[in-house]
């Protein structure tokens, strides 16, 4: 068993926080890794839902998109309700067709600010990619190509900006360090210590009680 497959079963067993889901948080800077440690874990549990916040955010809104989660998504699924949205085309600069997102045993919300202040009371846990902000930012320039530079020099102010205001690192449970051969999971600044710990962590590797 893959540290993928550790970590998928030790947050199945963490209770639900939000109606009957497990609504885990992937944040980190843009670049960081996030949407390809979701789609992994996704998989690894048995392909649970995964919400992109880039679906939720516009040209004009990278980071106010917080009433459409809490009115479209988090508010059904605390009812036990499937949750609908129109994700966002960032090429047309409009939202296209309605998606159901069923309120599934844990679901996966990545994004940057996945871990910002209004979301973290609906969290069961919060992973941060550990990887700092120039690495990253690096990262997803030569992802998009030089014909996106304009849009990434306004993403890396503004992401600044947001970060500063409404921090989500010293509130992460786990750090996630991708490393050449898979993951090394490691206890973030927001997790506390007890007997009713439901992650541990042995010499920097992810476990289950």
């Given amino acids: 068993m893959d540290d993928l497959d550790h970590a998928a079963r030790a947050l199945l067993r963490l209770p639900p926080s939000c109606g009957p889901v497990r609504l885990i948080g992937v944040d980190g800077h843009a670049g960081s890794g996030k ?6 874990l996704s998989a690894a549990l048995g392909d649970a839902p995964v919400l992109h916040l880039d679906d939720l955010a516009t040209h004009e809104e990278l980071f106010a998109w ?10 059904p699924l605390s ?21 159901a997102l069923a309120p599934a045993p844990v679901v996966l919300v990545e994004g940057v600010g996945a871990g910002r202040q209004v979301v973290r009371p609906f969290l069961a846990w919060l992973l941060w990619m550990e990887r700092g ?7 997803g320039r030569h992802r998009d190509g030089p014909e996106q530079a304009a849009f990434w020099d306004g993403w890396t102010v503004a992401e600044t900006r947001h970060f500063t205001e409404d921090p ?8 996630v360090r991708e490393c050449p051969t898979g993951y090394d999971w490691l206890p973030g600044p927001g997790v506390t210590a007890g007997a009713d710990q439901i992650i541990t962590y042995r010499d920097g590797s992810l476990s289950v009680n």
């Fill in 168 to 175: 989500s690192r010293p509130h992460a449970d786990t750090l």
């Fill in 133 to 139: 902000p120039e690495e990253s930012w690096a990262r």
């Fill in 66 to 75: 917080d009433g459409r989660l809490r009115e479209q998504v988090i508010g």
């Fill in 79 to 99: 009812r036990g309700e499937t949750a609908s949205y129109r994700p966002y085309d960032w090429r047309l600069r409009r939202f296209g067709e309605e998606r």
């Fill in 35 to 40: 949407s390809t440690l979701a789609t992994r």
